[in-house]
């Protein structure tokens, strides 16, 4: 008998991810941005055929990608090595060329909408107003650009535009807990929400008529629901909430007068049906845990990319208002069987006051395990760990390790007031919710107390730091990959269309300088004792490089055990899968050290 070796590192890291999707009005090509070369490119297939083919070779990430109604072009847009800088490029069907549309070095161009004639571009963009940002109209025939909204108080970004391009919907961002949404129109702009002291959110607007927009809202409510605006009478309403469901986004089908929702409360996703005309909602079978994104065509098929726990992303069709899918892309874990990958456990545990904390664990297969639980603090911090798929928990999981998610405090999709309870105290409730995470893992036989090891990327590599200098003792090791170690310089050094609300969110280094020396891990290195890791993205526009580089030349001068990887040619992420290769070996590199 052939004997073959146990996956390699490189194995679960070939797995492809696709980044967006767009279809080709008659539906006879699907684009999608992927990195089946190693770097993220365009690539389509000609449906029904499903081979792909590439259509770019930028070798950078998509941050934008809209077919044109009239078929005939594509819109997409890209940054340069991870800086965000989004630039925007019209493309043709069979590739070639990419033609500059709206390019400008070290500004961001946030794509809303090709007008349905393909002759102009709604977009949102930082030139002449970083801070609270500009949006625009440009016409593609004569390259005339007309400023039509001028961003103020807070950045201001177009959500939507009317079919009849009359008028058009944008949102102001407050913060992640609180944003309004304004219909713009030749006679003034209209709040779609009653006027309220209290602080909501609004997102994901549609406009089903000239007259109606759809939207999801917590107006008065914790959990996301189904409302609408009239133009024609200024009146909002509740159409629909279910209980205990968040709705994260809605799509509107024309031909069948349905909209499409999906709702996102805690680990995973629900797809949902709504008639319009009946008013007769139903639950649809997802072909998968997570909806990254849905896309509803003229002739009313729907078209969706998600992923789980154990199978990456890909794009399904359903032909029957979502009662079938059809798998169009096929992306798998190559080398590796199904059964060796691992479906997580959800748990939920009580924090130190009370607060009920929902969580995930992939447990290692007893034959694999070295008895080691690795602590994985999400980013975010207002996002959360859902059953996607993420080839780093595989790996490790294959190698041995246990890997604990817990959505503390702060995260998203359990409510607006379970949200909020991070701003302003990043790191006192987060913190110890997961603190009190381990204690429950130790106390219920899941985790032995010495072989524990810590992890965690953006925010969760702040927390892992700060983890580390404040409750060392739990830990064998540390891995912080682009962590911010001091709030008071990661205030200063963020995208000036985030310092608005950063007040709100982090804490005002004047009035709160107390608390944010408390909560800023460079304040704890004399508890840092333990063996770290540290990796960074030189070109990161969120966490930048200095973030990392003081926390490691301050330990590095105590004679502490760090070491640093830099990556030149990455930002807040990895782009370019020969990278992610590097990194995830060196994880595993450095954590070997300690699984004994």
Do not use: C
């Not at 999707?21 to 499903?50: C, I």
């Not at 007309?146 to 944008?170: H, Q, R």
């Not at 998610?405 to 379970?418: E, I, K, W």
């Amino acid at each position: 008998m052939i004997k073959f070796p146990k996956p390699d590192v490189e194995q679960f890291f070939r797995t492809l991810l696709i980044q967006d999707f767009t279809v080709r009005p008659d539906e006879k090509q699907l684009v999608f941005s992927t990195n089946l070369s190693g770097h993220y490119n365009l690539w389509a297939m000609d449906l029904p055929n499903q081979f792909p083919y590439q259509l770019t070779f930028k070798d950078q990430s998509a941050q934008a990608l809209h077919y044109a109604k009239t078929g005939d072009f594509i819109i997409v847009g890209f940054d340069q090595d991870g800086d965000e800088n989004t630039q925007l490029y019209a493309l043709q069907p069979h590739g070639g060329e990419l033609v500059p549309v709206r390019v400008q070095e070290k500004e961001r161009h946030f794509l809303a909408s090709v007008s349905k004639d393909g002759k102009r571009l709604y977009y949102t963009g930082t030139k002449y107003n970083p801070r609270f940002l500009n949006s625009y109209v440009y016409s593609l025939e004569t390259g005339e650009e007309k400023m039509i909204l001028e961003g103020k108080e807070a950045p201001t970004f177009i959500a939507a535009v009317s079919p009849d391009e009359s008028s058009l919907v944008y949102v102001k961002n407050y913060g992640n807990t609180y944003s309004l949404a304004y219909v713009h129109t030749n006679n003034g702009d209209l709040l779609l929400t009653p006027e309220t002291a209290e602080q909501h959110t609004v997102s994901q607007l549609v406009y089903t008529s000239e007259n109606e927009i759809y939207f999801l809202t917590d107006y008065d409510a914790d959990l996301s629901y189904l409302a609408k605006f009239n133009l024609e009478t200024k009146e909002f309403s509740k159409v629909l909430e279910v209980e205990g469901e968040d709705f994260s986004d809605v799509k509107y089908s024309k031909k069948d007068n349905l909209l499409y929702l999906v709702g996102s409360y805690g680990v995973e996703d629900r797809l949902y049906q709504y008639d319009l005309a009946g008013g007769k909602l139903t639950q649809l079978k997802a072909p998968t845990s997570v909806i990254v994104k849905a896309a509803i065509m003229d002739s009313g098929n729907l078209y969706l990319l998600g992923r789980d726990a154990t199978r990456p992303f890909n794009i399904f069709k359903s032909t029957d208002r979502g009662s079938t899918w059809e798998e169009l892309t096929h992306y798998r874990v190559p080398g590796v069987k199904d059964e060796d990958l691992v479906e997580p456990e959800v748990l939920r545990y009580p924090s130190f006051d009370g607060l009920e904390i929902e969580a995930l664990f992939f447990r290692a297969k007893k034959e694999n395990s070295n008895g080691h639980v690795i602590l994985w603090p999400h980013g975010g911090p207002q996002s959360l760990e859902r059953k996607w798929f993420r080839a780093r928990f595989q790996f490790l999981v294959n190698r041995g390790y246990s890997i604990f998610a817990p959505n503390f405090r702060g995260s998203s999709n359990y409510g607006l007031t379970f949200m909020k309870m991070v701003e302003g105290d990043w790191g006192h409730g987060p913190r110890l919710d997961n603190i009190e995470g381990l204690e429950w893992l130790i106390k219920n036989g899941y985790a032995d107390r010495d072989k524990i090891l810590l992890m965690g990327g953006s925010y969760g590599g702040y927390m892992a730091l700060l983890l580390h200098g404040r409750h060392a003792d739990y830990f064998k090791a540390v891995v912080d990959i682009f962590g911010v170690s001091n709030l008071f310089s990661f205030y200063e050094s963020v995208p000036e269309f985030w310092k608005p609300f950063m007040n709100q969110w982090v804490g005002d280094p004047v009035k709160d300088k107390d608390k944010l020396t408390e909560d800023s891990p460079i304040t704890h290195l004399d508890g840092m004792v333990k063996p770290m890791l540290v990796i960074q993205g030189a070109n990161d526009p969120r966490v930048v490089k200095a973030e990392s580089d003081q926390v490691v030349d301050a330990l590095r001068a105590k004679g502490r055990d760090v070491e640093y990887l830099v990556l030149e040619d990455e930002g807040h992420g990895f782009s370019k899968k020969e990278n992610e290769i590097k990194v995830d070996r060196k994880i595993l590199e450095f954590f070997e050290r300690f699984a004994d």
